[in-house]
């Protein structure tokens, strides 16, 4: 490709609104352009990367027996309330009517649709197991999008679905995805972990992983041993009884009207309880809700490692008389009134020095649970509440607890008979009996990974490709486009190295030397190769973007000298 004609708007400045380097730099490199909150269209850079990210998909969906289909991103309600998550799925679901008033969502993921796809036609025993993939754009009005691609509202995904006869089959193919998937996440060139997940809103019972990306910029908080394979979500780590309590025990669980109870040690003597099973409450407004943050008492806020960050816009502790109105009574109540495993969230924000120590009062814990914005959370999660901190013992008796901050690329999901039940997708056995199918669900975040692969390879001044996404191999510069012996070389190399193999970004501009040298350092290809003064020895330099190293190579070795790079 020659650079003069690239649709590749780069910008010097730091663009605005963008605060994690993956966004930044996607922008500055002209890789992507806003074209709606959270909607975004992807340049040429953009689109070779993509490319490659779905090559390597493929590639791996295949080997594992996967097979490759396209389902309608536009789907009929009447499947999702088969299924029963028209009213679950909540608020994310993109919803529309056509012409007829007849009522259609934007697929969010595709359960509903490839279900009752197969319904008819996986009828038997013979014909199981199946594994169906799909590479397709999705849709879901995120509370808040953010982060670019990061997480955004439409978006591509890479979903698969198995089907399978028995549990023995679905672990079978479960397996052969987390394969797939630690090969996916590898040839990108990720440093990730595959950690224990929650089951959350896609229901089902069985396993579940998530693959992590890690990354400062990550939203999910991932607890892991410094000694073993163990890898958590913080949200489902199965931490020992030393860190987990479980709510606090029924007969305590009372809360009282204590207005004049005003600090933890008069909370403990007021209900003869130890103080370590006070469980104290601070009431913030967050986005101008509500959200009432409880913790335990034997701990100091700040001590209590910060995790997950709760994606607000503003945040500020309640004043008194919002906790009047919100609960009905006077603030200062401190008191044993049940268990959030969100004390995280809280945690974040103590130790932003956000907590005023402004206590919350309420009648029962019910009632705190109606003050919490967290409606994608399921009520019997409240049930267990854990802290840890870095460098307690481990669950499985191998080293201490770390914790990291996670980029969920991909998630495995053993899903069960949930679908196939509610839409009827159901096989006769070898006996002849019919069965409800086992499913599993499998999705990978295409377009999130690009930008978790630019969280992990950048520096100042700009990306840091690895060579299996990067747009092109090699970026050919010609220092000075009005000289012709540089000119001539570099066209010559532009030829044969492109008959060599390798997808080559030629560099002629007339532009400065500076911003050529700048731009390729921004846009960050494997390899530079510049045709500079020594061009009529027919001498070029060559130089590694993420090492730095620079070595004077002539034309004549130039294939030698890059099949060691390469
Ligand atoms: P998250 O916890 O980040 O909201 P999720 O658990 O809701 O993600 P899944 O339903 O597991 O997402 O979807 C499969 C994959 O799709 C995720 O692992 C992630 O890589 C990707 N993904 C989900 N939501 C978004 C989004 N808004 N923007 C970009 N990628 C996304
Ligand atoms: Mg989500
Ligand atoms: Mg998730
Ligand atoms: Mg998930």
């Not at 490709?1 to 708007?9: E, G, K, T």
């Not at 002209?30 to 850079?45: D, E, F, H, K, V």
Request: charged residues 30%; negative net charge; glycine residues 8%.
């Amino acid at each position: 490709m020659r650079q003069q004609f690239l649709f590749s708007p780069t910008l010097r400045d730091m663009p605005q609104g963008a605060d994690i380097p993956s966004h930044q730099l996607m922008l500055r490199a002209g890789l992507i352009r806003q074209t709606a909150s959270g909607i975004y269209s992807y340049l040429p850079l953009g689109r070779r990367v993509l490319n490659h990210v779905e090559e390597i998909i493929r590639e791996e969906m295949d080997k594992s027996g996967a097979q490759e289909i396209l389902m309608p991103a536009v789907q009929p309600s009447e499947l999702w309330e088969e299924s029963g998550r028209l009213n679950d799925y909540g608020p994310e679901l993109m919803r529309l009517n056509d012409r007829n008033e007849r009522q259609f969502v934007l697929g969010p993921t595709h359960e509903e649709v490839i279900t009752s796809l197969v319904r008819d036609e996986l009828n038997s025993y013979k014909k199981l197991p199946v594994n169906l993939y799909q590479i397709q754009t999705k849709y879901r009005d995120e509370r808040r999008p953010r982060f670019g691609v990061l997480r955004s509202r439409e978006f591509i995904m890479k979903d698969a679905y198995s089907f399978n006869p028995d549990t023995e089959s679905l672990a079978r193919s479960y397996d052969a995805m987390y394969e797939a998937y630690s090969n996916i996440f590898r040839r990108c060139g990720l440093d990730f972990r595959a950690v224990k997940a929650d089951a959350g809103a896609i229901g089902g019972k069985g396993g579940t992983h998530e693959f992590m990306v890690l990354s400062d910029v990550g939203e999910d908080t991932i607890a892991y041993s410094d000694a073993s394979d163990y890898a958590a979500n913080l949200e489902i780590a199965d931490l020992p009884d030393t860190f987990t309590e479980s709510a606090v025990p029924d007969e305590e669980v009372k809360s009282v009207h204590t207005p004049d109870v005003r600090s933890m040690d008069e909370a403990a003597t007021y209900l003869s309880i130890p103080h370590d099973r006070l469980i104290k409450s601070v009431l913030f407004i967050v986005d101008e809700e509500p959200v009432l943050f409880i913790c335990r008492g034997d701990h100091e806020l700040n001590d209590i490692k910060i995790t997950n960050a709760l994606d607000a816009e503003t945040v500020r502790p309640a004043d008194e008389e919002e906790i009047r109105s919100l609960f009905g009574t006077e603030p200062g109540f401190i008191g044993p009134v049940g268990a959030f495993d969100k004390v995280n969230v809280m945690a974040d924000y103590a130790v932003k020095g956000l907590s005023s120590g402004v206590c919350g009062a309420n009648e029962t814990d019910t009632h705190l649970l109606h003050v919490h914005p967290r409606r994608d959370m399921n009520i019997d999660q409240y049930g267990d509440f854990r802290f840890v901190k870095e460098g307690d013992p481990a669950p499985d008796g191998e080293g201490t607890i770390q914790f990291a901050k996670g980029i969920e690329v991909g998630h495995v999901f053993k899903l069960g008979t949930k679908y196939s039940e509610a839409l009827g997708a159901f096989y006769l056995d070898e006996n002849g009996s019919s069965r409800p199918l086992l499913m599993g669900c499998y999705g990978i975040g295409v377009s999130r990974t690009l930008a978790a692969v630019i969280e992990q390879h950048h520096d100042e001044n700009g990306l840091i490709w690895p060579q299996s996404v990067a747009p092109f191999d090699l970026h050919l510069l010609v220092l000075n486009s009005k000289q012709e012996d540089q000119m001539d070389l570099g066209e010559k190399l532009y030829e044969i190295l492109r008959e060599q193999g390798y997808d080559v970004l030629f560099d002629d501009r007339k532009e400065r030397a500076g911003v050529k040298f700048k731009d390729a350092d921004l846009v960050g290809l494997p390899v530079r190769i510049t045709c500079g003064k020594k061009a009529g020895d027919g001498i070029v330099e060559v130089k590694e973007r993420r090492t730095g190293e620079m070595e004077e190579v002539h034309a004549d070795n130039l294939a030698d000298y890059l099949s060691s790079l390469f």
